[in-house]
């Protein structure tokens, strides 16, 4: 059964860790996480952009397939459905679906329409036990052709949104999706200082989260950060290994390709990534 994201944040804000949010593809890419979270006894949050959500045949495909996989693989530990970076309309369609987590990004909207709409959600996901994530303060990079400025979110612009009764507030402190440029000035711990000073319990969100230094990650978990987003991390160890399944020849057996064996070294290199961020972020066996 997917559960909402507001118990396993909760505690990781309690307990100083995070849990990953993976951002999911296919199937191939859904079962590797689920496995992975299970072998480790660790909560976890898929996330599936708009952009994705498209691709794997809308909303209902996605929340059907994974409540679905729970069921058949014995998923047991907390696993939330989350829609990331929603638009308003994205977001009400994913409550219609059966998701069980929104992420409304209103951070392109004047913060007096953010908070507005933000507001409506609030009151939606509350009455239907599901969590929300509101974002102030872009993330930089593209994220399904958007390109973000990357500002850093304003302190008291994120208390006025967490003030609203989000579960999780994704702010944006120099974090930019997808790899980070050489000159990359790094995070902004003053910034989430001070974003954590004003929101206390909060659970803050950090976006990005392919190719932030290890020391960058710990230093974020030890200021508030208690939910961290991968994605092209996945997308890139995907790639190589299934580029190098094909440049060994491997696939080739002659009677054509088998999609099975050609997408398994790609799905063995999602697991081991996943493995890896789940250690570094602190959530294994905190299911
Ligand atoms: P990366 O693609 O940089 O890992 O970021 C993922 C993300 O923040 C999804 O919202």
Known sequence: MLVSAKEMLTKAKAGH??????NINNLEWTKAVLLTAQELNSPVILGVSEGAGKYMCGYKTVSSMVSAMIDELKITVPVALHLDHGSYEGAFKCIEAGFSS????GSHYPINENIEKTTELVKICAEKGLSLEAEVGSIGGEEDGVVGAGEI???????????LGVTMLAAGIGNIHGKYPEN?????????????????????????????????IKKAISLGVAKINVN???????????RKYIEDGKDLSGKGFDPRKLLAPGFEAIKATVKEKMELFGSVNKA
């Open 184 to 216: 990359w000035a790094g995070l902004n711990f003053d910034a989430l200082d001070a974003i954590q000073q004003l929101t206390g319990d909060m659970p803050l969100v950090l976006h990005g989260g392919t190719g932030i230094p290890e020391d960058m």
């Open 153 to 163: 979110a304003d302190p008291n612009e994120c208390k006025s949104i967490a003030d």
């Open 232 to 242: 092209t991390e996945c997308q890139l160890t995907f790639a190589a290994a299934t």
């Open 102 to 105: 929104i992420m409304f990004d």
């Open 17 to 22: 860790y995070a849990v990953g949010q993976f």
